[in-house]
């Protein structure tokens, strides 16, 4: 199953890259529905080729395992499926030159269930079986290749299922480097996505003095680890110092802190 993940995911990323004929407003669906409730939003395809085309919209899952994600997974391929919770308002259209397409895409939570839920929309222009060697396998007269993604993402502000960590904090500076720069893993462990700041306070532990770091901004998935390049915005000058990581993810929960000392010579 992964392999066929994998492969797939090869040939979406392929097209993506080639040339584009038509375009895609917006690209990321974001929704905020709370249990038992619905709300609706508008993705806008125009044609910008010289001709009549066809269109298709396709959804499929995104597995988060970690530090990966694979794309354009089968549907139910993940707890976090969207699937059962989208609707998708035409699927198929033509349109003619320069013309464009408004398209409802409709989320309803139940109202047993808080967890986030995200997937992807694909929009493919779909093409008549004689432009191509047609798929013994695919019975209709149209064939598709994938080509513009939409991400489709649910959060409920109320499910109380969150859960962030700190993984690690390493000191990967160099030499050569005009700043101190740190490597920061942290992990969604919960069931609700979550965009996190992570703020970086560093006292020199001969002085007492504390040097307090810009924040950096980072959304997670459930079940999603990432890694944070954190840089100084000056070098520290050779002595010992304490480093303190903070992880703020929600108003509700308490703060996630990691420390480690380190000499700079």
């Known amino acids: 199953m992964r392999l066929s993940f994998l492969v797939f995911t ?53 597995v988060v395992e970690g530090e990966e994600i694979v794309f354009g997974a089968p549907l139910g391929s993940t707890p976090n499926s969207i699937s059962d919770w989208i609707s998708i308002n035409p699927q198929f259209f033509v349109l003619r030159p320069n013309e464009k397409k408004d398209v409802n895409v409709t989320l309803t939570a139940p109202s047993n269930d808080p967890e986030s839920k995200f997937g992807d929309i694909y929009v493919r222009v779909a093409k008549e079986r004689g432009e191509y060697d047609a798929d013994k396998n695919i019975s209709t007269g149209i064939l598709v290749s994938p080509r513009i993604k939409v991400s489709v993402s649910q959060i409920s502000k109320s499910n109380p299922n969150l859960k962030g960590k700190i993984l690690s904090l390493r000191n990967v500076t160099t030499k050569q480097d005009e700043v101190n720069k740190f490597e920061i893993k942290i992990e969604n462990k919960g069931g609700s996505s979550f965009t996190a700041k992570i703020y970086m306070i560093i006292a020199d532990i001969t002085t007492g003095k504390e040097m307090k770091e810009p924040a950096v901004s980072r959304t997670l998935l459930p079940n999603q680890i990432k890694t944070v390049d954190y840089s100084t915005t000056k070098k520290l000058a050779p002595g010992d110092y304490a480093v303190a990581v903070i992880l703020d993810y929600s108003s509700v929960m308490p703060l996630e802190i990691i420390q480690q000392n380190i000499v700079i010579e």
């Not at 895609?24 to 009549?52: C, M, R, W, Y």
Request: charged share 25%; net charge negative.
């Open 10 to 62: 090869f040939f979406i990323c392929f097209f993506q890259v080639q040339s584009q004929d038509f375009e895609v407003i917006p690209v990321d669906l974001q929704f905020e529905v709370e249990p038992g409730n619905s709300e609706s939003q508008k993705i806008t395809i125009i044609n910008h080729a010289a001709k009549e085309t066809s269109f298709t919209l396709e959804l499929f899952d995104r």
